[in-house]
T-cell receptor, first 115, second 115 residues
Framework: AQSVTQPDIHITVSEGASLELRCNYS??????LFWYVQSPGQGLQLLLK??????LVQGIKGFEAEFKRSQSSFNLRKPSVHWSDAAEYFC?????????????FGTGTSLTVIP | EAQVTQNPRYLITVTGKKLTVTCSQN?????MSWYRQDPGLGLRQIYY???????DKGDVPEGYKVSRKEKRNFPLILESPSPNQTSLYFC??????????????FGPGTRLTVT
């Protein structure tokens, strides 16, 4: 089965500092990769996605992620964090199938932003 | 407004009392899915549906049923809820097809407590 690992359960950064959230996946073929953000009490919102092509993808809210096949990684980055970025972040991989697509999520990384 | 709606948003029930959580989307998506979110475990897929009358099990289907009689609706049924089904539930929909995976759009969540 596919799997997604987010090794950092919780990260604290200062406002204005840079951010990198790690994501490693296990998947045999070229993966469909996603980053979602969940603010407290809210549903999940898509930040960005990677299907193919340029390995550096840009998303909303100033986030970007880089797909590295050799490392099976899809790390999320932001050059300057804002207090409103405090949330839970989930990495996910999608698996195509004629019988239906399955999605696998990491356990999430909780981000705290300190002034 | 394009959206996924879930009802109810909060539900407290007792062991063994059948319940249904409704999910509806207005984006004409063929793919719909249910997840549960538990602390430290991230989101886990319960069931998914590629189209009307086509459903399949995800990673954690035990104790749940679904149906897809209309394209826009995908209810989650707990025939005999147990306390270990206390969780936060999300419905999602997507333009995903069998050969291509697209991002999912999530509902606001349903917090279920089974006593």
């Amino acid at each position: 089965a596919q799997s997604v690992t987010q090794p950092d359960i919780h990260i604290t950064v200062s406002e204005g500092a840079s951010l990198e959230l790690r994501c490693n996946y296990s998947y045999g073929a070229t993966p469909y990769l996603f980053w979602y953000v969940q603010s407290p009490g809210q549903g999940l919102q898509l930040l960005l996605k990677y299907f193919s092509g340029d390995t550096l993808v840009q998303g909303i809210k100033g986030f970007e992620a880089e797909f590295k096949r050799s490392q099976s990684s899809f790390n999320l980055r932001k050059p300057s964090v804002h207090w409103s970025d405090a949330a839970e972040y989930f990495c996910a991989v999608g698996q195509p199938s004629n019988t239906g697509n399955q999605f696998y999520f990491g356990t999430g990384t909780s981000l705290t932003v300190i002034p | 407004e394009a959206q996924v709606t879930q009802n109810p948003r909060y539900l407290i029930t007792v062991t063994g009392k059948k319940l249904t959580v409704t999910c509806s989307q207005n984006m004409n998506h063929e793919y719909m899915s249910w997840y549960r979110q538990d602390p430290g475990l991230g989101l886990r897929q319960i069931y998914y549906s590629m189209n009307v009358e086509v459903t399949d099990k995800g990673d954690v289907p035990e104790g749940y049923k679904v149906s897809r009689k209309e394209k826009r609706n995908f209810p989650l049924i707990l025939e005999s809820p147990s306390p270990n089904q206390t969780s936060l539930y999300f419905c999602a929909s997507s333009l995903s097809t069998g050969t291509h995976v697209n991002e999912q759009y999530f509902g606001p969540g349903t917090r279920l407590t089974v006593t």
